[in-house]
């Protein structure tokens, strides 16, 4: 029936954890695992930092290209009109040059004058200008009133001629703005131009945008994440790393083979290896194309560790989930267990009560009716009952020092005390008992214990409480043996039997408030499963402890160990 009950709340238990706290959370779980798989499997995170890489690359291409407008526009407002005389053609033009050295060279071509073509001295000899000024005039002779007309229908009249050629250094890369004037009367073909230093580029004007485009990298600070804009949908995993700097290339797009062998210019950081997103450039920079990659990682990189990383917070999750069921499970079944117990106590100490409170009032009507006429019976019975009452009183001394304790509110009177007296005049008060029991007691006493402090009734109660169930626990071999002794800073009392002993499983559950074992004999024994728990309680309260040694069948050995005050003086 008991164990019916037991079985029905541990059932209900299981299943109100299971609809209310697993099934929610494993459900949670699963469907985040699915989640992080699609986002796997999709290459989401990869998905989502190459579209940012992309937004990037579109704005670096953007800024560049107004840059290079910004610039070209500016030398164009300075040009000299077309009606000035050579002379003075040239020498605005050299100003022009002078003031911005990044032109290898700018030049104003007219229909009817020709052309006047200023070079930047330390970077284009006078053999280099005069046939660049030749090849533009053939050029312009050809085409020059076609271009105009061109140029004309631009929002900004400016048109670039981009590409490599070569050069006593090698292949070069450079461009150049091709430009008309919206001031210059329509039938006129006059157009100007200013020519990049192909090392400009490559030195500073690349290197400068990619240090703008690089440096405000992936941050995980959400204000410049705002900032930023492109990177508001940055997956987490890539904005949680506030070194995520980004690196960039720019390099010929037309070069097919081993195109990145020769990159016109690098961001640092670039490291090695391929970009991850390309962009092509477009006008000025016709011909090149833009990469970016992550400095020293790979945007699959950072996704395959959020992946794990979902995946290890899933795990933890999980196994805190099942460890928290588990001891939800145990501290339930624990109490279970423990309401069992107190039934079971409630039902002993009735019990315990009833049969010597009977027997009391039995020998007392017995002898109050006079009818026992020897004296000898009547000690008997006078006895019987001094001992039923004996044992009743330490019941209920038991159960109100437990009921104290369990309210917080036992208190201890510490004393300086003889403790061999004490326990002395235990002993003396049940000898009789323990003698009519049959019991063999030996009793060890060392001289010379010092004077301890100690409540005296609580080291009474623990002494007799252990006496008694030596007495109570013994069956064969009827022996009690009380020791008192010191072992080093210790005083130790050992009260032992050769009983029934204890099974070694529950040798540390008989400390347990209500737990008795469950060996038949104790069964059939009365107790109340509270004696132990005393003993613990009063000596751990005098900063001791209590063990026990035994073995089913031969007997038990508990020992009480209470610090001695002060080792030095003993
Ligand atoms: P009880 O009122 O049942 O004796 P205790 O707390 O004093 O309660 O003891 C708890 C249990 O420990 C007992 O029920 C018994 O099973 C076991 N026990 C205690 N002392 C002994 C002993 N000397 N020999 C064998 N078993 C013992």
Redesign the pocket.
Known sequence: MKSKRESNARFRLVLTLGLAVVLPALTLIFVNYQHVKSIQRDKKVEALIHRDFQYVLTIGAKKMASKAYGMTEEVRHAFPSVDDPDDVKRKKLDQIVQKNPWFTHVFLYDAKTGIVLEPQRDLMNEKEADESGKMYSAWFNLEGGYLCGQLRRKPKPIMWMAGESQRSNGLVYTTTAIFSFPEVAGDRVVLGGASFDPNYLKEKFFPQLFEELTSQSFTNDPEQVHEQGFLELMPKAAIEHPDQKLAMIVYPADVLKAELDRPLAISPGWGSGKPEVTYKLDDPFHGLALGIKFQGTTAEAISRRWVWQSFLILAVLSVLMIGGLVLTYRSVNKQVALARLKSDFVSNVSHELRTPLALIRLYAETLELGRITTQEKKNEYYSIIRKESERLSALINNILDFSRIEAGAKEYDFRETDIAELVRTTLDSYRYQIEQQGFALEEHIDPGIPAVKVDREAIARALV?LVN??L??SDNEKFLGVRLYRDQSLLKLEVS?R????DRNEQSR?FDKF???C?PL?HNTK???????LVRHITRAHGGDVEVE?TPGRG?KFTLSLPLPNPSTT
């Open positions: 409480n169930n030596a109570k626990y039997d009983g029934i002993g204890i008989i737990y008795r074992t060996d104790v107790g109340s499963g509270l004696g132990l728990s035994s038990s």
